[in-house]
């Protein structure tokens, strides 16, 4: 009974993970670009502009981010 509750409690994670396989170590390399980028943004006056940067750097990668290639 103890596992089952236990799959109970985390049930929708589960369900996500396996609608979207996305592991921490690749969240950990994105949100550890995202802060190259901020830390080399100090200065940028618009926040479109750093956005913009951020999408730069991530879109060739955005296939394989989410289970593509």
Known sequence: M???RTLERHRE????HSDY???TRRLDGINNRIKLIKHHAH???DDRYFVLKVEQALDHNANSLFGGR
């Open 2 to 4: 103890c596992f089952a």
């Open 21 to 23: 396989p996305i592991h």
């Open 43 to 45: 200065g940028f006056r």
């Open 13 to 16: 994670g589960i369900l996500n």
